[in-house]
């Protein structure tokens, strides 16, 4: 299974739901922002995750259609208010949604999209039992966002710990993910002991999804990824990598040096090379690759429970996917 082609065949289901979804109402220029990110496309991932884990389960993928449109409604809501957080001035090859309208127009264009994403759940065709579990996921994981974004922010120029980066990930990262593996498989019409295996393999996969990406700001190709190599040293993001090594780092004169480079902006691009090198001798990037992998091996574990189908080996692939990309 090609995990790249199922993403493609999955963005052509729910790219026209996508844009049906929102109509032309006044005032316009809210609606164009909120439209901005959702119409743009992308990897389009959570929604495949809910559809994928839909049809995994035997249910009718065209049930879970509505929930994937607003998975990744909530999705674009929070990328909008972290573009206007992070002062971000582009996204996908464009200005961002606070540069070209402004940031009152975003705020709310974050927040419409975050209404209509709740109107469209209300609207699934199934039992109410499912329906009430689906809102359960889903408020939970949004509740979660938040909470993750603002450890993100709280962590921003401090050192933290390994288990302070994963809960900050794992809130930030997999839990939408999840909200929308295990949406999917309640459209389904899965068992209690499958939703749950379902959205542990989204959990874990999204770990690694991260841990993964914040390797490829390391060791990637820039042309590829699109980021500059090291970058994340000169921000003082604390990876994975950045975690390890302030705490496997014995030698004190490297220590100094390295967290004289962490976090400085100003940083030259010999002494971002510096310690990108400190960080590969002490073995945090190779750390890091490996923690990625063994998040995503434990993901896919958890699709013991279903049935073979190319939904569930599209499942599998993405977690492969995960850990093996470019960007």
């Known amino acids: 299974m090609d995990a790249k082609e199922y993403l493609k065949k999955a963005s052509a289901e729910v790219d026209g739901p996508i844009r049906r979804y929102i109509p032309d109402e006044s005032p316009m220029r809210l609606i164009e922002a909120a439209r901005r990110y959702p119409y743009a496309g992308g ?74 994403a709740f109107q469209i759940i209300a609207e699934l065709d199934i039992p109410d039992a499912a329906m009430r579990e689906v809102l359960r996921y889903v408020t939970k994981a949004v509740w979660d966002l938040a909470r993750g974004q603002e450890m993100d ?31 999917g498989a309640l459209c389904g019409g899965a068992d209690r ?75 030259l691009e010999e002494d971002v090379r510096e310690g990108m090198e400190i960080m590969r001798e002490i073995g945090a990037i190779e750390y890091n690759r490996r923690a990625a992998e063994s998040r995503v091996n434990s993901a896919k574990r958890q699709l013991d429970i279903l049935p073979p189908s190319d939904d569930k080996d599209f499942m599998l692939a993405l977690a492969d996917f995960a850990i093996d990309r470019e960007a």
Request: net charge neutral; charged share 25%; with cysteine.
């Open 43 to 116: 990897k389009r991932m959570r929604p495949a995750i809910a559809l994928a884990a839909c049809g995994a389960v035997g249910g009718d993928r065209t049930k879970a259609l509505p929930l994937a449109v607003a998975v990744e409604y909530i999705h674009n809501f929070t990328l909008i208010h972290d573009d206007i957080m992070d002062g971000d001035d582009m996204r996908r090859g464009m200005k961002t949604v606070h540069i070209e309208y402004d940031e009152p127009t975003a705020i709310l264009a974050g927040d419409a999209l975050f209404a209509k």
């Open 153 to 183: 922010v709280l962590n921003e120029g401090r050192l933290i710990t390994e288990e302070q980066y994963t809960e900050t990930v794992f809130l930030k990262t997999s839990v939408l993910f999840a909200a929308a593996a295990a949406g």
């Open 193 to 267: 002991k499958t939703v749950e295996a379902v959205n542990r393999y989204a959990l874990d996969m999204g770990l690694g999804f991260q841990m993964f990406d914040d390797y490829l700001g390391v060791a990637g190709d820039p042309r590829r990824t699109g980021k500059s190599v090291g970058n994340d040293l000169r921000k003082g993001k604390c990876t994975l990598m950045v975690t390890y090594t302030l705490e496997h780092l014995k030698d004190e004169t490297k220590l100094a040096r390295f967290k004289g480079i962490l976090g400085n902006a100003n940083a």
